[in-house]
């Protein structure tokens, strides 16, 4: 079976600009979970998604934002970026069982 | 609520010596725990993970963790570490009440010394 996978692996941006990161999880695996990684703040949980809903969400604020289509495959979207958003952004699926996979992640550089 | 407290940010060991790197947690509901690796530039790969039965869990790359209720730790060890093993190690938590979201620890980075 194919790992997740997410495009693009590295991305560069400028402040004020948007951002769309993109994540396919394992075939069959329906909850899809993003994470943003920083050297200052860790792993924090962004949201995660489940057969098209949101169900679950960290405390970022509302121009971080995703969604999944009926395929899984899932989209986040950050608006009018800073440069505390540069970071590591990983995509996590889960199947059946409570386990998630990672992804190899974006990352992200705002200038 | 649910905290992960990774009580080493370093640690160096020769290889071949053995490695134990520790996790404490803490939650007001029953949990799941968790170890990631990370290798420099990836993602993070499942090592192993207890969610019930057994309290000494093996995982992959020759490292176990025992899950201790009392003491609220979920210690991760190797018994012979090799130069391969250098990575960051992270803990993490869940709440086996289906929350999908997982609270890690500060990562903890093992440095193997030839």
């Known amino acids: 079976k194919a790992g997740v996978t997410q495009t693009p692996r590295y991305l560069i941006k400028t402040r004020g600009q948007q951002v769309t990161l993109s994540c396919s999880p394992i075939?069959?695996?329906?909850?899809v979970s993003w994470y943003q990684q920083t050297p200052g703040q860790g792993l924090q949980f962004l949201f995660e998604?489940?057969?098209?809903?949101?169900?679950n969400k960290g405390n970022f604020p509302g121009r971080f934002s995703g969604r999944q289509f009926s395929n899984s495959r899932s989209e986040m979207n950050v608006s009018t970026l800073e440069l505390g958003d540069s970071a590591l952004y990983l995509c996590?699926?889960?199947?059946?069982?409570?386990?998630?996979?990672f992804g190899p992640g974006t990352r992200l550089t705002v200038l | 609520a649910q905290s992960v407290t990774q009580l080493d940010s370093q640690v160096p060991v020769f290889e071949e010596a053995p490695v134990e790197l520790r996790c404490n947690y803490s939650?007001?509901?029953?949990?799941?725990l968790f170890w990631y690796v990370q290798y420099p530039n990836q993602g993070l790969q499942l090592l192993l993970k207890?969610?019930?039965?057994?309290?000494l869990v093996k995982g992959i790359n020759g490292f176990e963790a025992e899950f201790n209720k009392s003491q609220t730790s979920f210690h991760l060890r190797k018994p012979s570490v090799h130069i391969s093993d250098t990575a960051e190690y992270f803990c993490?938590?869940?709440?086996?009440?289906?929350?999908?979201?997982?609270?890690f620890g500060t990562g903890t980075r093992l440095t193997i010394i030839p």
């Open positions: 998604y489940f057969s098209e809903t949101q169900r």
């Open positions: 993490a938590v869940s709440s086996n009440f289906g929350n999908e979201k997982l609270t």
């Open positions: 996590a699926s889960r199947g059946g069982t409570d386990t998630q996979y």
């Open positions: 939650s007001s509901v029953s949990v799941y």
């Open positions: 075939s069959g695996h329906r909850s």
């Open positions: 207890y969610l019930s039965g057994s309290t």
